[in-house]
C-alpha cells in the first residue's frame, strides 16, 4: 500500500473522529478494517489528553474491531448489552454516533462495505447509530457504486446453501419492471477464498461470503432488497441510505467531508 493512500485514510480517519467524538459522546460504534485503526489511534491520543467522555463505551462490529478496542484500553459493549432509545424519525438507536471504513462510496453515500467481510455487525451497529459517518481513502470515492470497487458485492450467506443461492443470484435479471437495476446482463457471484487457510472464508459469524459482481449499480437499494430476499442470505454488503457523511482523504493531502447529494439540493 503506497505511503499516499495511508495517509489519506490517516487523515479521514482524523478529521472525522476529530469532528464526531466530542466528550458528549457516550456511545460510539467502531468499524472494521485498515481505515477504522486510524481512528483508533486517534481515540487514544484523545483518551490521554482527558478529552473523551470518561464513560465512553464502544461498541465492535468484529472481532478485529474488539481487539482494536481492548488493545486501546477504552470499555467495550456489545449492542444487545445497551438500552435502546426511540429517536424523533420513529428509529430505535442506542448508540451516538459510528465511525466506519467503505469500499466504495457514490454521490448519495450508499456504500459498498463488507470487503473484510465483517458487514453483517457492521450494518447492525450502523442501523442503531443516531449518525453513521464513512471514512476512506479517494480512491473509493464515486459517482456510481461498482465505478471503483471491482471485487463484487459482499453477500454473507448460510454455508448450508450457498450452492443454491449462488445459482439464484447469477439468475438475477438486470432490468426490473422497466428499470436497470446494474450494468451487467445476469450477475457472477464467487464464494470468497481465505488466503492463508485451504477453503473459503467464514465470517465472525461462521457463515461463508458470495463477492456478486454486477458492474455499475444503478439503484442501490433495489439491488441491496433483491438480493436479501433470497433465503439464505444473511446481510447484503450494500448500506443504502444509511450513512449522514464520509470523509475522504485526498492523494493531495486535504480532506473532504461529504453530505448526501439530494441533502445539498434540499439545503440550497
Ligand atoms: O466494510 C468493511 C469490512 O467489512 C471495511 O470497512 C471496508 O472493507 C474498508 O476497509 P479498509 O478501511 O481496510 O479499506
Not at 447492525?124 to 471503483?148: F, H, P, T
Amino acid at each position: 500500500m503506497s505511503d499516499l493512500v495511508e495517509q489519506s485514510k490517516r487523515s479521514a480517519a482524523f478529521a472525522a473522529v476529530d469532528k464526531h467524538v466530542l466528550p458528549s459522546v457516550r456511545v460510539l460504534g467502531i468499524g472494521s478494517g485498515s481505515t477504522v485503526v486510524y481512528a483508533v489511534d486517534r481515540l487514544l491520543e484523545l483518551k490521554n489528553n482527558n478529552q473523551l467522555n470518561p464513560k465512553l463505551v464502544c461498541v465492535p462490529t468484529s472481532f478485529q474491531s474488539k481487539q482494536l478496542i481492548a488493545d486501546a484500553g477504552l470499555q467495550a459493549a456489545d449492542l444487545d448489552d445497551l438500552p435502546i432509545l426511540d429517536d424523533a424519525q420513529g428509529g430505535f438507536t442506542s448508540i451516538d454516533v459510528t465511525i466506519d471504513g467503505a469500499d466504495e462510496v457514490d454521490s448519495e453515500l450508499n456504500a459498498i462495505k463488507g470487503g473484510g467481510g465483517a458487514h453483517l455487525r457492521e450494518k447492525l451497529v450502523a442501523n442503531a447509530s443516531n449518525k453513521l459517518v464513512l471514512i476512506a481513502d479517494y480512491r473509493k470515492d464515486s459517482q456510481v457504486l461498482g465505478e471503483k470497487w471491482s471485487k463484487g458485492i459482499p453477500v454473507e450467506v448460510s454455508p448450508l446453501a450457498w450452492r443454491t443461492i449462488t445459482r439464484q443470484l447469477e439468475h438475477m435479471p438486470c432490468m426490473q419492471k422497466g428499470s436497470r437495476l446494474f450494468e451487467d446482463e445476469h450477475p457472477v457471484a464467487n464464494l470468497r477464498q481465505a488466503v492463508r487457510k485451504a477453503g473459503p472464508v467464514v465470517t465472525d459469524n461462521g457463515n461463508f461470503i458470495l463477492d456478486v459482481c454486477v458492474g455499475n449499480i444503478y439503484d442501490p437499494p433495489a439491488v441491496e432488497r433483491l438480493f436479501k430476499m433470497i433465503p439464505g442470505v444473511i446481510e447484503v454488503g450494500i448500506f443504502s441510505n444509511m450513512a449522514s457523511e464520509a470523509w475522504f482523504g485526498n492523494s493531495d493531502g486535504s480532506i473532504v467531508c461529504r453530505i448526501p447529494k439530494s441533502e445539498i439540493k434540499k439545503r440550497e
